[in-house]
């Protein structure tokens, strides 16, 4: 019968135990500093967004209000981490409603609505896909700082 010899379990084991009490703790750190990245790739993107209060060209479609993206920028934030079963998350995103009441909507307009018919385009707003850009530009940022991070609340626990 072979016989098998191993080196640093005890002390691999021991690593986990110390970790395992506190990975809530760890995890809620890592997610809010990815969120964080990716909500300031979101302000830079939605800055970029071109404006005009008027229509342009002969299709009658217009870019987004500048009173609109004043209202993404004001409005924009992350959620609360959120602990549900085995998923841990967080949200980018906007609240709440801009300053441009009308009769049809005395609060303002909603600005996730608002977000979505800049971001998709409607049949007067002409589409600027700033949440495709900021995902595609935030990923691999914010995959990279939360790794980092995970890694300095482990070293921290370990030592």
Do not use: C, W
Not at 31 to 60: F, N, P, V, W
Not at 117 to 134: D, E, H, L, V, Y
């Amino acid at each position: 019968m072979p016989k098998i010899k191993t080196t640093g379990l005890n002390e691999t084991l021991k690593m986990l135990e110390s970790i395992e009490g506190n990975t809530d703790e760890i995890l809620e750190d890592v997610l809010r500093e990815g969120a964080m990245i990716a909500t300031d790739e979101m302000r830079e993107q939605i800055s970029k967004l071109r404006t005009s209060d008027e229509y342009e060209g002969g299709d009658g479609k217009r870019y987004a209000k500048k009173s609109d993206v004043k209202g993404l920028l004001d409005s924009l934030g992350f959620a609360p981490v959120r602990f549900k079963d085995t998923v841990v998350d967080s949200n980018v995103g906007f609240d709440g409603y801009n300053d441009d009441k009308t009769k049809r909507y005395p609060r303002g307009h909603a600005n996730q609505m608002i977000a979505n018919a800049i971001n998709k385009g409607t049949s007067f707003m002409i589409a600027q896909p700033f949440i495709n850009r900021t995902k595609k530009a935030a990923e691999a940022k914010v995959n990279e700082i939360m790794q980092k991070k995970l890694d300095e609340e482990i070293q921290k626990l370990t030592k």
